[in-house]
């Protein structure tokens, strides 16, 4: 049944899933932010986008003042900035639907606080037109300095406008026309591309089958023809389990270590121990007899000090849980900075039989 309670570690095909030809589109465009409060740019290229903007709207200027003009530094342009607008144009996105911007500088302005974006064409990767994005830009944060200080919150040169731009072209994303659709696994995996294909199946006879290890291809069956959507939504709802790969993934920067559950270890022998090296400077003034010509000097002293962590030998048999190998570990005192090092060595080994990815 297709509204079935999902067992353990099941998911849903929709999930692990997404239909071929169905995406986002990247759209991007330059524009003008007018209205800031003496954070604007103040380079030859803000200059130049504001005598551009004003032949635009019909100031036109003499080309040997307009050269003129555009490395003068005389013409205030702090409260202007030359910007970067992007935004996402999702599949199935209709004309007057709305869209979030993202806003970024392109000269060197200090800040977008207060700021109003012009009106500004986004283009995708065929040059059109796809949408037009204006509106106040909000950064989420400040920017204030003094003679002697400053300080800062987030990241004032970048900002967001909710809803700032109205899809004026819509995307064609025909579906299933010729009678097929494809499903992408999120994960390229062969056994999981199989269950799908037997879950469709089951429900579908003979309507499934699997290309390769990230597409599962459906026929699509003659009752459901003359409405995609509503097929692709009920096979979307079909449970699958996933098989997940034997992977470690190492995140340095944070001391951050996740295990996965089909994770292996060969036996093997562990140790492992620190070496603290502790080191105290006691500097001794040391004064000359008196009457004589001797002077007063500073004699250096240091106390050094050895310790090792004599932390046992272990013996780590083959693993059958994380929750093995996990207690295995801690039993050697291990800090998640340490396991960096030590699934390292076993990959070197030939004992860890998993990936190990580094972020």
Same mark, same amino acid.
């Given at each position: 049944?297709?509204?079935?309670?999902?067992?353990?570690?099941?998911?849903?095909?929709?999930?692990?899933?997404?239909?071929?030809?169905?995406?986002?589109? &990247?759209?991007?465009?330059?524009? *003008?932010?007018?209205?800031?409060?003496?954070?604007?740019?103040?380079?030859?290229?803000?200059?130049?986008?504001?005598?551009?903007?004003?032949?635009? $709207?019909?100031?036109?200027?003499?080309?040997?003042?307009? +050269? @003129?003009?555009?490395?003068?530094?005389? *013409?205030?342009?702090?409260? *202007?900035?030359?910007?970067?607008?992007?935004?996402?144009?999702? +599949?199935?996105?209709?004309?007057?639907?709305?869209?979030?911007? !993202?806003?970024?500088? $392109?000269?060197?302005?200090?800040?977008? @606080?207060?700021?109003?974006?012009?009106?500004?064409?986004? $283009?995708?990767?065929?040059?059109?037109?796809?949408?037009?994005?204006?509106?106040?830009?909000?950064?989420?944060? $400040?920017? #204030?300095?003094?003679?002697?200080?400053?300080? @800062?919150?987030?990241?004032?040169?970048?900002?967001?406008?909710?809803?700032?731009?109205?899809?004026?072209?819509?995307?064609?994303?025909?579906?299933?026309?010729?009678?097929?659709?494809?499903?992408?696994?999120?994960?390229?995996?062969?056994?999981?591309?199989?269950?799908?294909?037997?879950?469709?199946?089951?429900?579908?006879?003979?309507?499934?089958?699997?290309?390769? +290890?990230?597409?599962?291809?459906?026929?699509?069956?003659?009752?459901? &023809?003359?409405?995609?959507?509503?097929?692709?939504?009920?096979?979307?709802?079909?449970?699958? =389990?996933?098989?997940?790969?034997?992977?470690?993934?190492?995140?340095?920067?944070?001391?951050?270590?996740?295990?996965?559950?089909?994770?292996?270890?060969?036996?093997?022998?562990?140790?492992?121990?620190?070496?603290?090296?502790?080191?105290?400077?006691?500097?001794?003034?040391?004064?000359?007899?008196? #009457?004589?010509?001797?002077?007063?000097?500073?004699?250096?002293?240091?106390? *050094?000090?050895?310790?090792?962590?004599?932390?046992?030998?272990?013996?780590?048999?083959? !693993?059958?849980?994380?929750?093995? /190998?996990?207690?295995?570990?801690?039993? /050697?005192?291990?800090?998640?900075?340490?396991?960096?090092?030590?699934? @390292?060595?076993? =990959?070197?080994?030939? +004992?860890?039989?998993?990936? /190990?990815? #580094?972020?």
């Amino acid at each position: 049944m297709y509204g079935a309670a999902l067992c353990q570690g099941e998911v849903r095909i929709k999930d692990i899933t997404s239909v071929a030809g169905v995406r986002s589109n &990247q759209l991007v465009g330059m524009g *003008l932010v007018t209205g800031l409060n003496g954070t604007g740019g103040k380079n030859p290229e803000t200059r130049q986008f504001a005598l551009n903007m004003l032949q635009r $709207f019909g100031l036109r200027a003499d080309p040997t003042i307009r +050269a @003129q003009l555009r490395n003068d530094s005389k *013409l205030k342009t702090d409260s *202007l900035s030359v910007v970067v607008v992007t935004a996402n144009l999702p +599949a199935f996105a209709k004309k007057g639907s709305v869209l979030d911007v !993202t806003v970024s500088t $392109f000269d060197d302005a200090s800040s977008l @606080q207060g700021g109003q974006l012009i009106m500004t064409p986004l $283009f995708g990767v065929d040059d059109e037109v796809y949408a037009v994005a204006s509106g106040p830009v909000s950064i989420g944060g $400040f920017s #204030f300095e003094g003679q002697a200080g400053s300080v @800062q919150k987030n990241h004032p040169t970048t900002g967001r406008m909710a809803g700032g731009a109205t899809v004026e072209k819509e995307t064609c994303t025909p579906i299933g026309e010729d009678g097929f659709v494809s499903l992408l696994l999120r994960e390229p995996d062969y056994e999981t591309a199989s269950r799908i294909g037997q879950a469709i199946n089951i429900v579908h006879p003979d309507s499934a089958r699997v290309t390769d +290890a990230s597409t599962v291809e459906v026929a699509v069956p003659v009752q459901h &023809q003359l409405d995609v959507p509503s097929f692709l939504s009920l096979i979307g709802q079909l449970p699958v =389990k996933p098989d997940v790969k034997a992977k470690v993934v190492i995140n340095e920067r944070t001391g951050t270590v996740i295990i996965g559950a089909r994770v292996k270890l060969s036996p093997v022998l562990i140790t492992h121990a620190n070496l603290a090296v502790i080191t105290a400077e006691t500097p001794v003034v040391s004064q000359p007899a008196p #009457f004589s010509d001797g002077e007063t000097t500073v004699v250096p002293r240091t106390d *050094l000090q050895v310790i090792e962590e004599k932390n046992p030998v272990s013996v780590i048999d083959e !693993t059958a849980t994380v929750g093995d /190998l996990a207690r295995a570990l801690n039993a /050697l005192g291990v800090t998640p900075r340490d396991l960096s090092s030590i699934f @390292q060595q076993l =990959k070197a080994a030939g +004992a860890l039989h998993a990936d /190990l990815e #580094f972020q």
